[in-house]
């Protein structure tokens, strides 16, 4: 049997896990680039050998991933699924095991790592057939060889035709090579109180409220008036953080030097003034405090998020909630951003290619399929032609969003998106920034210091850099 040599890359000291992903409490960005990764621990730098693909396809498929959300979208509409127990599966005379980890604390890359560090030598029926991962880390893993081409799988271009751009951008390799695919699209918008909308704009209508938030400058405005009629704009200044850090400039890392963009400076500034003047607070995301906001007691007039946020994220099935009232709305905002995703990766080893490729086909590519995610778990689909229909169909609303259909808004941020300004370093500084920038906000250090901070964790976390 023909072998590879892989190069192994993976190590948590890589890129540090964010908690918050799509349609969990688990996150998401960063993109495959043309830069390199940043340095592995030589620990784990030792070549490994990985068996191709036996001709003669296994009886179990594994599947790593950090939530159920996967998992939930393949019972319901993977065609021929059923469900034995609450980590087994069949597909015809296959069974399906499920390896979920959560992410806190890094444990879900730590345990996928060293699984796949062990792929060469594991057993068939214990190899690694198909794993899943978020943007943020993206290039740690689809630039090495532990993930197959998906050319390999014998899926086309044509195959993939109708995909939004950035999500296969978003995952391929420095040489070119896609290296997942994902069955969803994740565009973000601007989301708002109906009833804090009609108290203090005067209407609830997207097109009047976008003129509120229409630009950056208007929004610190309009927090003003919020703080008058006492609302906080946002939860907290980590909620549009996502949108400046997505309309950057430049990359965070040339030439081997941290540079920290204007937009994300602006973001400091606007944040500052917001947070002295007690419009807005300093709450980490998905915390108890931050997750306040999902309630009228909360007082918070706007968060900023993509479809699985609004549906999975603001408690829309709590009594009480403002989502369970439908009671909020959505319009486009200061800047257009995107936010989480996940991705299918096949493992380089897999005895199940077969399989694997139908599944990417049937859940990233059958617009049937897909278009019943959209109806069924209100999901923003992977598929051009599905929602630019669904966006036209007068039938399709959120009962989250007070019967609005927001999708057109959603397919017009998916074709924008750019992703020519993120690297492999994202995660590490977008982390360490936000940390360090909560000492300035909250006085417990001023700008230079925070700043100081800031570049002394990144230098820790990746020595090979500068500022």
Same mark, same amino acid.
């Given at each position: 049997?023909?072998?590879?040599?892989?190069?192994?890359?993976?190590?948590?000291?890589?890129?540090?896990?964010?908690?918050?992903?799509?349609?969990?409490?688990?996150?998401?960005?960063?993109?495959?680039?043309?830069?390199?990764?940043?340095?592995?621990?030589?620990?784990?730098?030792?070549?490994?050998?990985?068996?191709?693909?036996?001709?003669?396809?296994?009886?179990?498929?594994?599947?790593?991933?950090?939530?159920?959300?996967?998992?939930?979208?393949?019972?319901?509409?993977?065609?021929?699924?059923?469900?034995?127990?609450?980590?087994?599966?069949?597909?015809?005379?296959?069974?399906?095991?499920?390896?979920?980890?959560?992410?806190?604390?890094?444990a879900y890359q730590n345990?996928?790592?060293?699984?796949?560090?062990?792929?060469?030598?594991?057993?068939?029926?214990?190899?690694?057939?198909?794993?899943?991962?978020?943007?943020?880390?993206?290039?740690?893993?689809?630039?090495?060889?532990?993930?197959?081409?998906?050319?390999?799988?014998?899926?086309?271009?044509?195959?993939?035709?109708?995909?939004?751009?950035?999500?296969?951008?978003?995952?391929?390799?420095?040489?070119?090579?896609?290296?997942?695919?994902?069955?969803?699209?994740?565009?973000?918008?601007?989301?708002?109180?109906?009833?804090?909308?009609?108290?203090?704009?005067?209407?609830?209508?997207?097109?009047?409220?976008?003129?509120?938030?229409?630009?950056?400058?208007?929004?610190?405005?309009?927090?003003?008036?919020?703080?008058?009629?006492?609302?906080? =704009?946002?939860?907290?200044?980590?909620?549009?953080?996502?949108?400046?850090?997505?309309?950057?400039?430049?990359?965070?890392?040339?030439?081997?030097?941290?540079?920290?963009?204007?937009?994300?400076?602006?973001?400091?500034?606007?944040?500052?003034?917001?947070?002295?003047?007690?419009?807005?607070?300093?709450?980490?995301?998905?915390?108890?405090?931050?997750?306040?906001?999902?309630?009228?007691?909360?007082?918070?007039?706007?968060?900023?998020?993509?479809?699985?946020?609004?549906?999975?994220? =603001?408690?829309?099935?709590?009594?009480?909630?403002?989502?369970?009232?439908?009671?909020?709305?959505?319009?486009?905002?200061?800047?257009?951003?995107?936010?989480?995703?996940?991705?299918?990766?096949?493992?380089?080893?897999?005895d199940n290619a077969s399989l694997?490729?139908?599944?990417?086909?049937?859940?990233?590519?059958?617009?049937?399929?897909?278009?019943?995610?959209?109806?069924?778990?209100?999901?923003?689909?992977?598929?051009?032609?599905?929602?630019?229909?669904?966006?036209?169909?007068?039938?399709?609303?959120?009962?989250?969003?007070?019967?609005?259909?927001?999708?057109?808004?959603?397919?017009?941020?998916?074709?924008?998106?750019?992703?020519?300004?993120?690297?492999?370093?994202?995660?590490?500084?977008?982390?360490?920034?936000?940390?360090? =920038?909560?000492?300035?906000?909250?006085?417990?250090?001023?700008?230079?210091?925070?700043?100081?901070?800031?570049?002394?964790?990144?230098?820790?976390?990746?020595?090979?850099?500068?500022?």
């Amino acid at each position: 049997m023909k072998k590879k040599v892989l190069s192994a890359l993976l190590t948590t000291a890589m890129l540090a896990s964010m908690l918050v992903g799509c349609g969990s409490s688990n996150d998401a960005p960063a993109a495959a680039s043309s830069e390199a990764a940043p340095a592995a621990s030589t620990e784990a730098a030792a070549s490994t050998e990985v068996a191709e693909p036996a001709a003669e396809e296994g009886k179990v498929l594994n599947i790593y991933a950090w939530n159920e959300e996967f998992k939930s979208r393949l019972i319901a509409h993977y065609p021929g699924y059923e469900e034995v127990d609450g980590t087994t599966g069949k597909i015809g005379d296959v069974t399906v095991k499920w390896n979920i980890t959560p992410s806190n604390d890094n444990a879900y890359q730590n345990n996928l790592d060293a699984n796949l560090l062990k792929q060469a030598d594991a057993a068939t029926d214990d190899k690694i057939d198909m794993f899943l991962i978020e943007a943020d880390y993206a290039l740690k893993y689809v630039d090495t060889d532990y993930t197959m081409p998906i050319a390999d799988l014998g899926i086309t271009d044509a195959d993939l035709a109708n995909q939004y751009q950035y999500t296969k951008d978003i995952v391929t390799d420095s040489k070119g090579v896609l290296k997942g695919v994902s069955w969803q699209g994740c565009p973000g918008v601007l989301i708002y109180s109906r009833d804090v909308a009609k108290e203090v704009l005067g209407s609830d209508d997207p097109a009047e409220v976008q003129k509120a938030v229409v630009d950056w400058d208007t929004f610190t405005a309009t927090a003003e008036t919020m703080k008058k009629a006492g609302y906080f =704009m946002t939860s907290s200044a980590n909620d549009t953080y996502r949108v400046y850090s997505n309309n950057v400039s430049g990359k965070w890392v040339q030439d081997g030097k941290i540079v920290v963009d204007d937009n994300i400076m602006k973001w400091v500034e606007d944040s500052k003034k917001m947070v002295d003047a007690k419009e807005t607070n300093t709450y980490d995301l998905w915390s108890d405090d931050w997750s306040k906001g999902f309630y009228p007691d909360g007082k918070v007039f706007c968060y900023f998020g993509p479809a699985w946020f609004v549906d999975f994220s =603001m408690a829309a099935d709590t009594d009480g909630s403002i989502a369970n009232a439908g009671k909020w709305g959505a319009t486009e905002g200061p800047q257009g951003f995107f936010w989480g995703g996940t991705w299918v990766c096949a493992a380089q080893g897999t005895d199940n290619a077969s399989l694997v490729k139908d599944i990417i086909l049937k859940m990233t590519t059958d617009t049937d399929i897909m278009t019943d995610i959209v109806k069924d778990d209100n999901d923003f689909v992977n598929n051009v032609p599905a929602m630019e229909a669904m966006a036209a169909d007068t039938s399709y609303s959120s009962k989250v969003l007070g019967g609005q259909n927001p999708l057109a808004m959603y397919c017009a941020g998916a074709e924008k998106i750019d992703l020519s300004n993120l690297s492999a370093y994202d995660q590490g500084c977008n982390e360490s920034f936000q940390n360090a =920038m909560k000492n300035y906000f909250e006085g417990k250090t001023d700008l230079d210091g925070a700043l100081d901070l800031f570049y002394k964790a990144v230098e820790e976390k990746y020595p090979e850099l500068t500022h």
